[in-house]
């Protein structure tokens, strides 16, 4: 059965750094990988993919100050979060897309897409 455990969130100040890891286990395919998260009172927003073909999208809030990324063996899923700022505090969570035909940049924007989700590690920024 395919499971997500994400980790590394914390509490750090602005202008710090984090590292999410999303361990994966029960698949060892996916069409993409994506990193989403939700605040307090706000819808869920992606941001950040990386697809079977190593290309990667990023939402415009984060671009330059995360990257997502694999380990060799794609059983890892990262995020490196620099330069953190209070609105970037919220729930984190994984997600894979996997058992379609279906890829493309359009289909891993969706969140409908993935089928496979992590339980969340909270990431708090203080001003």
């Known amino acids: 059965q395919a499971h997500l455990v994400e980790s590394g969130g914390g509490s750090v100040q602005a202008g710090g750094s984090l590292r999410l890891s999303c361990a994966t286990s029960?698949?060892?395919?996916?069409?993409?990988m994506g990193w989403f998260r939700q605040a307090p009172g706000k819808e869920r927003e992606q941001v950040a993919y990386?697809?079977?073909?190593?290309?990667?999208w990023y939402a415009d809030s984060v671009k330059d100050r995360f990257t997502i990324s694999q380990d060799n063996a794609k059983t890892t899923l990262y995020l490196e979060m620099n330069s953190l700022k209070p609105e970037d505090t919220a729930m984190y969570y994984c997600?894979?897309?996997?058992?379609?035909?279906?890829?493309?940049?359009?289909?891993?924007?969706?969140?409908?897409?993935?089928?496979?989700w992590g339980q969340g590690t909270q990431v708090t920024v203080s001003s």
């Open positions: 997600a894979a897309a996997r058992g379609t035909l279906l890829f493309g940049s359009a289909w891993c924007r969706r969140s409908d897409y993935y089928g496979v």
């Open positions: 029960g698949f060892t395919y996916s069409n993409c």
């Open positions: 990386i697809g079977r073909d190593g290309s990667t």
